[in-house]
């Protein structure tokens, strides 16, 4: 009879994909000792060797096998009779003859690893630090979007885009996979056209050992500092302070963060209206399908909603009496400006200077680039009718007349 698979000798090994198996099997075992170090050895290995390239990459791959030996053998006296440990070592002795390597000479550098900050090990800081867990998976910074509605209201766009809305009722703001957010809409008064956002309502969705679902409302003169429960973050799962509200001024100014998400949220009420602000990581704000698709922060207000800031010329306060008012908190006459002098004329009420200078303060401090801070958009806010200019006007309107 022919020999068994089970005769070989010890030296003997397979083809080079039973260490890519056993490798495979090592890096998610579940049942190794605490004390045996070797899944160290391997996640440091395969760090080492995940992007080499170019001409020198023989002798970088070599340094890395001398390194993962180095490694199993600072491991051996705790790891006797693991069998994980044993096939990594023969796997490394096949590498090295493979790849014609010397066992004496230069080792790899090893990796700076983060350290844990408490007993939960990095792990649990990977999942529920979103900006840490981006960084070292990456090894960069995540990119960032900002969207914000205030006022009458006017939606600024993760896009940068910016629109002044007609809306009415109850839109969806953000709708994705890890949060819905929701403004309610009513008119500022009895039979007004201009509206204001009344209600916010956000849910933070469920997710794994970070956060249990919180949902958090707010309604004009109550700007709550907890969320509907009464708690005041993510709840009693390992990653529950990931999620957590501070209120920066009582009744007025609310901010909720969500680290592992990589989100932070400003809720503001400035006289009868609430306004919202987001700092939202780049992949969190696009994890959205195709049937999420209205939502205001992604594509603004829908094209029948949408009206022109113009429409202010006619109101219950004179345009230049708003726009001296504005221009006390505004100096910049771009978007924010013009939609405060939109929203002073249409109201009369001159706290909506509150709400444009909150949303731009919002902007400063959230968006990842500050030269994105001024939009201005030619021709957009309501005409600039000084008595210079009303007397340059009638003075053409009589030479026309004259010539005719």
Not at 141 to 165: E, K, L, N, V
Request: contains cysteine; hydrophobic residues 35%; neutral net charge.
């Amino acid at each position: 009879m022919g020999k068994s698979a089970s005769s070989k000798s010890p030296g003997q090994l397979e083809p080079p994909c039973f260490f890519l198996r056993a490798l495979f099997l090592l890096l998610f075992c579940q049942h190794v000792s605490s004390q045996c170090k070797i899944l160290r050895c391997n996640s440091e290995y395969v760090a080492a060797t995940l992007n080499l390239r170019g001409s020198n990459r023989n002798v970088a791959y070599c340094s890395a096998l001398r390194s993962y030996s180095h490694c199993t053998r600072k491991t051996a006296r705790t790891c006797r009779g693991d069998l994980a440990y044993h096939s990594a070592v023969h796997g490394i002795e096949d590498l090295m003859i493979q790849n014609n390597c010397s066992k004496e000479g230069p080792v790899s550098p090893p990796r700076p690893r983060p350290p844990a900050p408490n007993h939960q090990g990095f792990e649990s800081l990977d999942i529920c630090n979103y900006e840490k867990s981006f960084l070292y998976k990456h090894g960069q910074p995540p990119s960032y979007q900002h969207c914000a509605a205030f006022g009458d209201p006017h939606i600024r766009t993760f896009h940068d885009d910016f629109h002044t809305c007609r809306v009415e009722g109850s839109w969806p703001l953000l709708d994705n996979d890890y949060l819905f957010v929701q403004a309610t809409s009513s008119p500022v008064a009895k039979g007004s056209n201009a509206t204001v956002t009344s209600k916010l309502t956000i849910i933070f969705k469920n997710m794994k050992e970070c956060i249990d679902q919180k949902v958090y409302q707010a309604e004009i003169d109550n700007l709550p500092a907890a969320f509907e429960d009464g708690s005041v973050n993510g709840g009693e799962r390992p990653g529950g302070s990931s999620l957590a509200i501070r209120e920066h001024s009582p009744g007025q100014h609310v901010e909720i963060r969500a680290e592992y998400i990589g989100t932070t949220i400003a809720i503001r009420q400035a006289g009868r209206q609430l306004s919202f602000s987001i700092r939202a990581a780049e992949e969190v704000a696009r994890s959205f399908t195709e049937e999420q698709d209205l939502q205001l922060c992604v594509g603004g207000c829908p094209l029948s909603q949408r009206i022109s800031r113009r429409e202010c010329c006619q109101g219950q306060m004179a345009a230049e009496t708003a726009r001296a008012l504005c221009k006390e908190m505004l100096p910049v006459e771009d978007v924010y400006f013009q939609s405060c002098v939109f929203d002073v004329v249409t109201s009369g009420d001159a706290n909506f200077t509150m709400a444009a200078h909150g949303a731009l303060e919002d902007a400063r401090v959230f968006l990842p680039n500050a030269e994105k801070l001024h939009i201005f958009q030619a021709g957009a806010g309501c005409w600039h009718t000084s008595s210079s200019l009303l007397l340059l006007l009638t003075s053409s309107l009589w030479a026309i007349q004259l010539h005719f």
